[in-house]
Structure formats: C-alpha cells, structure tokens
C-alpha cells in the first residue's frame, strides 16, 4: 500500500531512531492530515478577519451556542471552555500544565528528553493508541502475572499481539526481576513491548528505590539486544504508603535509559485527581536520543489516529483540569485525600497482621494504590466471590486463585467488618 506524502515524511524524520523500528505497520501509515483539524488550528493562530472553518454554530466569533439550560450548571466556564471542540492534541495549556506536572514529580527527567504530553481519552485511550501505533499482529507483549486484565483485550484482542507473562514476585515476596530479564531474553525477536504499572493494579505494589534502579538497569542491559518500548501505567501515581518505595515513575528512570529504550508515560486524571469518569489521559515519549523534531513526528502520527478514532477529546473535562491543576488549594486537597486512602491501607494492614493461620488467603505483597490481593490456598477464588456476593459483599476474582480487594473504596470504619466476612467464608470453603 502506498503512503500518504505526510506519513512518509514523519517516517523519513524518524528513521535510524527506535521509534520507526518499533512502529506499527498503522503506526508508519499514520500522519495528521491538512484537513479541518489541522486548518482549524491554523485558523485560530492567523485567521483575525472571519474564522470559517470548523464545524461549530458561534453566536459570534470564539463565542459557540450554548442551551443555557447546560451552561447554569457551571456558570463561571465561558461557553467555548465547555462545549466547543478541544483541538485534536488536546488543550495546549492543558498539555503545557501536565509536562510541568510530570517533570516535577520525575525531577531526573531532563525537560528536552520528553516529548509535549497528548491528551486522549483516558489512560485507556492512551493505552489503546500505544497498542495501535507499535503493536503488530504477533508481536511479543509483556506483561507480569498480576495484570489489569483490559491489557490483554488491548493488546491481543484487539492488536492480535503474543501477551507474554512473566512472574511479578519471588517467593520472598520482592519483584521477580530476574524472571523479567530472562523473559526478555527469550523473546525471539528484535522487538519487545513492556507495560510496566504500579502502583500495580491488581496487586497494589510498588518498587523499592532500590528494585527501581535495578529494573531500569536491566531494561538498559536488554535494550543492548532488543529495540524496547516501555510502557509505564501510571494510573495511580502518587499514591504511596510506605517509605523505601521508589517516589517517581519508572520513567523518571526509563526516559533516558538507553537510546534503544522508548519509553512512553500513560498517566492522567483519573485516579490521581479523582476524575475517573471525566475521561482524560496523556501520553508522553521519552528517549535519551531522540530530537525535538522526532518527537514532533511521533506526536503527528499521534495525532492522525487520534483524528481518526475519537477525533478529540472532553474539553469540559479539560477546562475543568486547568483550572484544578492552576488553583493554589488543589494540593491541599489532594493530600487531604490521600491521608484518607493511606488510613485505608493502614487499617488493612492492622487487620492482615491479626489474620488467623487458618484462613486459606495469603496476602500478596502491596504498599500503595487502591488495592490488595489475596492468593487462595486451595480454594476457588471465583467460588469464594460468588459466596461473598451471597452476603452482599463484592469483590474480584482473578483466575482460579486471586481475589482482589479495593480497600480504598471502602471506609476505615467498615474494613473491619469486609475483611472478617472475607477471612470467614475463605474458610468456610476450606
Ligand atoms: C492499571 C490501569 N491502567 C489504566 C486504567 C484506565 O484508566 P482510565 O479510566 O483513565 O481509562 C485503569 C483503570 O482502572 C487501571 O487500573
């Protein structure tokens, strides 16, 4: 199939980086067309006299219609910051904001080693992009044994990747990190794809600062043979319970791990600003190599097969994240919030010490984010749900021998009570 001029154009900036060899079949076809998108944005930049382009009804210029019987609910919003498009990127302020955020909670990231974030719809959206731009059919996917499971509709569902899986935890209860490396290794390709995620959902943990630094040594040690793109799900940053776990992203490490390393940053709002259902994420390239321009390349390419899915993302959502992201309070209430979770985990943690030998659960090890999970010893962990829903209680089962438990949905006072019914039906079923 032939190119489209702009696709080659974006693949001539890339090639001899890791990002063209890493690239998707869709990926190298992929470039943001002159279209109205694009014209619309230039638009907006140089057309003072009379802006005839994108489809919206003005009641004048920069001013849409808006049914007052939406705009009464958030009245201090001007009409554009709540229903006109948001450009196909995202809101440049807003993505401008969220770099800010990101270089000051990896403060190792050199500002020229990342590229601008793009908004997408959700970390979802973001990693659904990821699976589209570098994934083909057949290509190897990692990912440890404790996984969000919509990776592998993602990833081999829809992308008709190989997910591989590789142990998350020794005996001992630390990261499997050698289990990692010899995956790696043993992949018979060129190419390898890592999602790494932690806090980690299902399990609740997070690395040491100590399993941080070796992880992203061996990820560098690999990239000597392999072309690596390195997923970081970030989706619950921030929420860290213990001391010794490592305070950033593994991409404060990964961005400038090696020049054979893509790193790309899955994070958003979600978790981390309490906005699960405003459907906002971003994705971030980092690489110790690549120029401005090839980052540019990546996020055109980007940006077409954002135009081509969702064409753009919430800009309510997105007027409203400015605006918490710029407020003087919002960090006062962020950490308001985390105390709350933090007496959550604490209060499970006192309860799991207190749990009987004769409960067939064995907490898994967990120090961070919103959840925990048991391995049955020896029961069904779907029967063991199903018997917990016969008592109102809902939980996770994953696979035969895991139930997940989302203690920080649940209030301190109440954990209690949760856990015993749990550690009481496990047996029960023994
Ligand atoms: C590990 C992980 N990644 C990504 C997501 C998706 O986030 P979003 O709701 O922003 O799509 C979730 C949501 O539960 C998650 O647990």
């Known amino acids: 199939m032939k190119l489209n001029p702009l696709a080659q154009s974006l693949n001539q900036t890339l090639e001899g980086s890791v990002a063209y060899r890493l690239l998707s079949d869709l990926g190298k076809r992929m470039f943001f067309p002159r279209g109205v998108a694009a014209q619309s944005m230039e638009a907006k930049e140089k057309a003072h006299r009379f802006d005839a382009t994108v489809g919206i009804a003005n009641v004048e210029r920069g001013k849409p219609i808006i049914l007052e019987e939406i705009h009464r609910w958030v009245p201090e919003l001007s009409p554009a910051e709540i229903v006109s498009y948001a450009p196909t990127p995202g809101d440049p302020e807003l993505r401008k904001l969220w770099q800010q955020e990101i270089l000051r909670k990896n403060p190792d990231v050199p500002p020229d080693r990342i590229s601008l974030p793009m908004v997408t719809s959700g970390l979802t959206g973001a990693l659904s992009q990821v699976a589209d731009l570098f994934v083909n059919p057949h290509d190897h996917v990692l990912v440890s044994d404790f996984f969000w499971g919509n990776y592998r509709l993602l990833f081999e569902g829809r992308r008709e ?10 005996e001992e209860g630390s990261l499997d990190l050698e289990a990692l490396e010899r995956t790696i290794r043993d992949i018979p390709a060129k190419k390898a794809v890592l999602v790494l995620n ?9 690395p040491t600062v100590d399993e941080a630094r070796a992880m992203a040594g061996l990820l560098a040690r690999c990239a000597e043979e392999k072309d690596l793109l390195v997923v970081c799900d970030d989706a619950y940053f921030g929420l860290f319970y213990e001391e010794g776990i490592y305070p950033h992203s593994l991409f404060n490490l990964l961005a ?16 981390e600003l309490y906005v699960w259902g405003f459907r906002i ?4 390239f980092g690489s110790p190599v690549l120029t401005a321009g090839q980052f540019d390349a990546l996020n055109q390419k980007l940006a077409g097969s954002l135009r081509a899915t969702v064409s753009n993302s919430n800009r309510l959502a997105q007027s409203l994240l400015k605006r918490a992201l710029t407020s003087a309070h919002t960090p006062s209430e ?9 007496a959550r985990y ?5 309860i799991l010490s207190r749990m009987g030998d004769d409960v067939p ?5 967990f ?11 020896g029961i069904d962990a779907e029967a063991l749900r199903q018997a917990l829903l016969e008592k109102g209680i809902g939980t996770i089962s994953l696979g035969r021998d895991v139930l997940r438990v989302t203690f920080a949905s649940i209030p301190e006072e109440h954990l209690e009570e949760l856990f015993s019914e749990i550690f009481e039906t496990a047996r029960s079923l023994a």
Do not use: E, I
């Not at 990747?161 to 020794?170: G, I, K, M, S």
């Not at 604490?346 to 006192?350: A, D």
């Not at 120090?367 to 010893?377: A, E, I, L, Q, V």
């Open 161 to 170: 990747a190989r997910l591989v899986t590789y142990p998350l935890f020794t």
């Open 346 to 350: 604490r209060k499970t943690r006192q």
């Open 334 to 342: 962020l950490a308001k919030w985390a105390d709350l979770l933090k």
């Open 256 to 271: 400038t791990a090696h020049p054979n390393l893509l790193a790309v940053k899955v994070d958003g709002p979600t978790k």
């Open 281 to 284: 994420g971003f994705l971030t």
């Open 361 to 365: 659960l064995v907490p898994q090890p």
């Open 367 to 377: 120090n961070s984010g919103y959840f925990m999970c048991f391995k049955t010893r």
């Open 198 to 206: 932690f806090p980690n959902n299902p399990t609740g943990y997070t």
